[in-house]
Every structure is written in C-alpha cells, then in structure tokens.
C-alpha cells in the first residue's frame, strides 16, 4: 500500500512570492490534514481536510490557505511568504474512525 | 487549550541501558495520546495509541504507558537503531482531527 506522498521534497523562494505544496494521501483516507515543523515551534497544527470540507483550522494567519479534491489529494498554498515561513511541511491522512496520521516525509520550504 | 510537554529534551543512552521517556498532557476530554518516531529529514512514523488511563501498548523494545496526566515511552535494552525524535500528540473529543504534539525527545543510544 503505498504511503503518503509529498511534491515537492524541496524548494527555495525568496519573501514576496507564494508556493503551492501537493499531498496525495494513502488510498481510502478521505482525512487529509497539514503540519509546520519548526525547530522553535515543533510541529503546529495548519488545517484538516475531510471529504472537501476544511473541519479544522489551526492559528495561522490568512495567507496560509488549503483546499482538497474530490479524489482526496490535497494543496496548501501561502502567498506572501516571510522568512519565518521556512519550515518543513508535513501531510499525513487517516481514517476517519481512526486519530492516528500516516505523515508524509514533507516538503522543505526555504524562504531567502 | 490542549498542552503536551515532553521530558527530557534530549537522551543519550548505552546501548542495552533501559529509560523512559515523560510526556505530560493537558485536555478537555481525551479521545487519544499517540506516540509517533522522528527520524531526520523524515515525517513522524506512528508507534502507539493510547486511549484510557491504565492501557499499554507494546512493540519490539518499546512500551508505552497511560495515566490521567501522563504518558510514558519505556526503551528496554535500546540499540543504536532506535536513535530517533520521539513525539508524543493527544487529540480532544472537541477537534477530533487536530493533534497537539509535544517538541519530542531525541534519543541518541550510543553502541
């Protein structure tokens, strides 16, 4: 069964421009939920996607923003980036039955 | 607000030298405590759930524990293989889909 996949593994943009970030989750997990992993902050809760309908949304300012498709994948996008959007960004999915997450092995966002 | 706080920060260990790992939470109504494995440049690898206080799960060399306030992750006889970033998460009944993690504890187990 193949596990949660995260396009891309790595990029660089420099502050101003904006990133979309793609997660496919694993085959019948309809949950999709994002991650920021800093080493200051630890891994802080984004959103969470359920069947299309985004059911949870962490503390993060408006220029974070994610949606999911019809076949469970999922995008994030930030505009506007900051430096201190450099982070990795972690996906993972789950059953909804179920709270534990399969992560992805992220995307590593570098702002300069 | 949901509060997890992992001890120590950091562990480095013999190899074969048992410890435990502390996680202490704060919920309103405890639907799971989830241990996950970090390692580097990698995504948190799910081990355990714990659902009520008094349950344990065990796996190979780890065992992990639940009471009312806390959680513990008992290494016995590590190997250097289990050098890793430990995290510990809990999810409320409230906002089932969003865990709340602790910043981990990095093991290192020295051959």
């Known amino acids: 069964k193949a596990g949660v996949t995260q396009t891309p593994r790595y990029l660089i943009k420099t502050r101003g421009q904006q990133v979309t970030l793609s997660c496919s989750p694993i085959?019948?997990?309809?949950?999709v939920s994002w991650y920021q992993q800093t080493p200051g902050q630890g891994l802080q809760f984004l959103f969470e996607y359920f069947s299309e309908t985004q059911r949870n949304k962490g503390n993060f300012p408006g220029r974070f923003s994610g949606r999911q498709f019809s076949n469970s994948r999922s995008e994030m996008n930030v505009s506007t980036l900051e430096l201190g959007d450099s982070a990795l960004y972690l996906c993972?999915?789950?059953?909804?039955?179920?709270?534990?997450?399969?992560f992805g092995e992220g995307s590593r966002l570098t702002v300069l | 607000e949901d509060q997890v706080t992992q001890s120590p920060e950091a562990l480095r260990l013999q190899e074969g030298e048992s410890s435990s790992l502390n996680c202490s939470y704060t919920?309103?109504?405890?639907?799971?405590l989830f241990w996950y494995r970090q390692d580097p440049g990698k995504g948190p690898e799910f081990l355990f759930t714990?659902?009520?206080a008094g349950e344990e799960k065990e796996k190979e060399r780890l065992k992990a524990t639940l009471t009312k306030k806390e959680s513990f992750l008992h290494i016995t006889a590590p190997k250097p293989e289990d050098s890793a970033t430990y995290l510990c998460?809990?999810?409320?009944?409230?906002?089932?889909?969003?865990?709340?993690f602790g910043d981990g504890t990095t093991l290192t187990v020295k051959p």
């Open positions: 993972a999915s789950r059953l909804p039955e179920t709270g534990e997450l399969f």
């Open positions: 919920v309103s109504g405890l639907r799971g």
């Open positions: 714990l659902y009520s």
């Open positions: 998460a809990v999810q409320d009944y409230t906002n089932a889909g969003k865990s709340t």
């Open positions: 085959s019948g997990h309809r949950s």
